[in-house]
């Protein structure tokens, strides 16, 4: 139907078949998706102590890491994930297709996962169990349990997040000094909140620096300006490597990383 690109379901490679929907040609074989999976698997355990195998289930952590939006970012390609029911009843406009870089979002429930494509301004459904059909992507949302993959603008995913660190620690005004975002984080401790509402916004915001400087290497291009925050995303790791090790409460490391980052974050500006 409308001449789109979609493979038949295969050994439980639903994953695998989405990613080559969305490229709309088989750009990704067996043996490189097979690698993606070790290089994610051992990536997720240096930053976060976690042993995992993608092969068999995929897991979402708090900056939203799973294996498609991995290989997506291989291909630079940055997204944002939706939970199941996590946008259920809500604008599909406003949640998915102003945000939408592109013409193709992914769609998934506890067990599968598939497309929608835009061609002509007609929404299908491609799905490598279903085929291809017609959707009528207004009443999409209004579907239970099921939740969403969006690949989106990369520097507009980063203000968005950068904006909500603002919001949370001072109601959307600069953050003026470290100490500010100190005592905050010293409350939320005394409160055993951790990081709180912070937490999901920083690992995006330090996802996407990471993400940019390694297109920047790949293409030997040192001039964006996420260059300068290199040492904050090294310092984040370094954190994070030591926050998992069962260290949630020892603030004492949280302030000895964190401060100095989040006011790099909340004081960058972008041309």
Request: glycine content about 4%; proline content about 1%; some cysteine.
């Amino acid at each position: 139907m409308s001449n789109i690109y979609y493979q038949n379901q295969y050994n439980g490679l639903c994953r695998l078949h989405s990613l080559n929907a969305y490229f709309g040609e088989e750009k990704i074989s067996l043996n490189k998706f097979n690698s993606y999976q070790k290089d994610y698997d051992k990536e997720y355990h240096n930053k976060f102590n976690f042993d995992v195998s993608c092969k068999l289930f995929d897991i979402v952590s708090s900056n939203q890491k799973n294996i498609v939006s991995y290989i997506l970012k291989q291909h630079n390609i940055y997204t944002r994930y939706y939970a199941i029911n996590e946008i259920f009843q809500k604008n599909v406009n406003e949640k998915i297709i102003s945000i939408l870089n592109g013409d193709f979002i992914f769609i998934y429930d506890e067990g599968h996962i598939w497309g929608a494509r835009r061609k002509n301004h007609i929404w299908y459904s491609v799905n490598s169990i279903g085929g291809i059909s017609v959707i009528n992507i207004n009443t999409l949302l209004n579907q239970k349990n099921i939740g969403f993959i969006v690949p989106v603008y990369m520097k507009d995913e980063f203000y968005i997040n950068v904006a909500k660190i603002k919001d949370i620690l001072c109601n959307g005004e600069s953050v003026t000094s470290i100490n500010m975002i100190e005592n905050y984080l010293i409350q939320k401790n005394k409160e055993c909140k951790i990081l709180d509402l912070l937490e999901i916004p920083i690992g995006i915001c330090m996802d996407i620096i990471e993400t940019n400087l390694s297109i920047r290497c790949k293409s030997s291009d040192n001039s964006n300006i996420f260059n300068q925050l290199e040492v904050r995303v090294n310092n984040y790791n370094t954190f994070l490597q030591q926050f998992t090790k069962g260290k949630y409460n020892d603030i004492k490391l949280i302030l000895l990383y964190l401060p100095p980052i989040i006011y790099s974050l909340s004081n960058l500006h972008l041309n």
